[in-house]
DNA sequence: CATTGTGAACGCCTTCACAGCC
DNA sequence: GGCTGTGAAGGCGTTCACAATG
């Protein structure tokens, strides 16, 4: 099943595709050569089947009695989730938050290369971080307008990140991931993922007082995910 | 259908909660007294239906051709994630993600409270960051021992996550929220979530990447989430 | 008459279990 | 013998559609 042309990969397959990615970057740099669904499944914290079914969505890679090559199947991985070329990320709002994405380490090995950074405090501008000045939100377009298949970061407070937004979909950002706590509309329609700290907060809160609903982990160990 | 003994609440419902809540803290700020499955639902950027599905879990609160009570609502939304009191909150690792954790304010509204802040870094320890002490990681068992259901969280860097998340476990903290790319393990069952920037970002390079498969958001406005 | 609450239908992901292959 | 790939079964959340209701 390598290569039906329309491969519609199911979106929880999708978001488990980074961790075995990692997983896998791990092995690699272990020099361990080959691994089972099993293991590889331990290492992400799901299930062996889930593996397997979701390795089975990118194409027949496994070799059955010995498991998966780790170097060609990291390759595969990278490749379907587009880590084969760079992504230009651009961050909007330097806050602390800002500040720690900005100079997040995850970048570099994942192929993502954070190009500009944006404010709209004038103390602000100016300022170095990462070794990127930080730019006033109104050169947003100017800058970001080049870029073929940029990222947009919304780092700012939720009550000017709709403002925020809308400036990154006029920019022509392909994708944005917001931090702030709003719910965004976008004018076109482009890809828009949502990180909320204090939602996962509350979530957290209601399991703990609701104990008698807790969903158990799955499988071997307790593990996250 | 208000109170069968045993409700159990699907986690999608779980997490949709605090979206609801916060649309609800903005219309009752706002002095709007009633609303609509259909209005919620656009200012949660879900669809009606699922407002309902969502809400009936929790209990019959609705009246027939008027809507919902706001205030009311936020109550039964509030008490139900257990937000009616307060979290406890520590602090693992106080580099930029850490800083701007303990000095988020969304603390306050939500009843959750930062109440210690750790690090390993001897220049560090009793720099003070909105108002608390960093202590070293040593201390935790001794300051976060005495808390009933308190909540960690690991702002550290991932190849000290795992150790980080043992001393949380063995100081008996109630849930842990993991910032760090890391797949951990917990020796007791505990509530355990996981927040992956670039975990985020990936997810978002594969769908720009995969134009074919990109799964449109539904319902009225391009919406988020 | 607008709007809720909810059975039922639907669709989709997960899990199972095993044939097939190395 | 060990392990993959995958049809089939199962489980669960979403959506539909409408009876019930203020």
Chains 1, 2 share one sequence.
């Not at 980074?18 to 914290?45: C, K």
């Not at 994405?101 to 090995?109: D, H, I, K, N, Y």
């Not at 192929?111 to 006033?136: C, M, Q, S, Y």
Request: hydrophobic content about 45%.
């Amino acid at each position: 099943m390598a290569d039906r042309f329309v491969r519609r990969i199911p979106e929880p397959t999708v978001v488990r595709l980074p961790v075995y990615q990692r997983a896998l970057l791990a092995l690699s740099a272990g020099g361990v050569q080959t691994v089972s669904s099993a293991e590889l499944a331990e290492a992400a914290g799901v299930n062996a089947a889930k593996v397997r079914k979701d390795l089975s969505h990118l194409g027949t890679y496994g070799t059955p009695g010995t498991g998966y090559d780790v170097n060609f199947l990291l390759g595969q991985v990278r490749r379907e989730l587009g880590l084969d070329r760079e992504w230009q990320v651009v961050i909007v709002g330097m806050g602390n938050l800002g500040h720690a994405l900005a100079r997040s380490q995850r970048f570099s090995t994942q192929n993502f290369r954070a190009v500009a950074l944006f404010d709209i405090d004038p103390d602000k501008i100016g300022e170095e971080v990462a070794g990127l000045p930080i730019r006033h939100i109104s050169e947003l377009q100017a800058v970001v307008g080049g870029i073929s298949r940029s990222i947009g970061v919304i780092a700012s407070p939720a009550s000017v990140a709709q403002d925020v937004c809308n400036r990154l979909v006029e920019a022509g950002v392909a994708a944005i991931l917001n931090f702030a706590p709003a719910i965004l509309t976008v004018s076109r329609p482009l890809q828009l993922r949502q990180v909320d700290f204090s939602v996962e907060l509350q979530v957290l809160a209601f399991y703990v007082a609701h104990p008698e609903v807790t969903v158990e982990p799955e499988d071997a160990s307790l593990s996250g995910l």
